[in-house]
């Protein structure tokens, strides 16, 4: 399974490239997420601490997401940017 990587995630990883994953039988994001940490720690540490996000077909994925072979998976890391005119456009202030 391929999981494309974005932003400062994309840095942790040798050579900057999206990963290739094996699925097992058990084929759950939070499967996914456990295979992620033993081959790359610091990956999986940011996803364990939920500060990154996993994504599955461009929909936000739950820990019990099952997983198929040809579904598009990636990891988001915290996005920043804007101005404050932007949040009181949007309503928060």
Known sequence: MKI??????K??????????MELSEERRVKDLVYSIQVA????????????VLVSVNQEIAHWDTVL???????????????SDEAHGWMGGR
């Open 40 to 51: 790359y720690p610091q990956v999986g540490e940011l996803l364990e601490q939920k500060k």
């Open 11 to 20: 840095t942790m990883i040798p050579g900057g490239r999206d990963l290739e």
């Open 68 to 82: 198929e072979e040809s579904d598009e998976v990636a990891l988001l890391p915290p996005f920043a940017g804007g």
């Open 4 to 9: 494309k990587l974005f932003g400062v995630l």
